[in-house]
């Protein structure tokens, strides 16, 4: 399966962006999926994912309440919505997902097989 990330841009602090993770090759269906974001220097950190089957969600502390993961069935997309932007949020966001991953390791990176090229988001004081 191939991923494809985009919708990141430039925007001020308290802006909105919406990230879209498109498959080929595969359906989403029965997966799990997530966004990760890695700024330079830092290590890829997990934002939010979400179940395809149950639509259960998963965020980080930091950005509950801000950012919403969705899917669209139909059109095979994940959607990652972000409100209240802050100027350290900026990073390359991935998208990336595996067809089995416990909630246990729902946050890590390694638990995901296949991963986006990454899209930018710049977020200015």
């Known amino acids: 399966v191939q991923l494809q990330a985009s919708g990141g841009g430039a925007v001020q602090t308290g802006g909105s962006l919406r990230l879209s993770c498109a498959a080929s090759?595969?359906?989403?269906?029965?997966?799990?999926v997530a966004w990760f974001r890695q700024a330079p220097g830092n290590d890829r950190e997990f934002v939010a994912a979400?179940?395809?089957?149950?639509?259960?969600?998963y965020y980080a502390d930091s950005v509950k309440g801000r950012f919403t993961i969705s899917r669209d069935n139909a059109k095979n997309m994940v959607y990652l919505q972000m409100n209240s932007l802050k100027p350290e949020e900026t990073a390359v966001y991935f998208c990336?997902?595996?067809?089995?991953?416990?909630?246990?390791?729902?946050?890590?990176?390694?638990?995901?097989?296949?991963w986006g090229q990454g899209t930018l988001v710049t977020v200015s004081s």
């Open positions: 990336a997902t595996a067809a089995t991953v416990i909630v246990t390791t729902i946050t890590r990176p390694n638990a995901y097989h296949y």
């Open positions: 090759g595969r359906s989403f269906g029965g997966s799990t």
């Open positions: 979400i179940r395809w089957n149950s639509r259960s969600t």
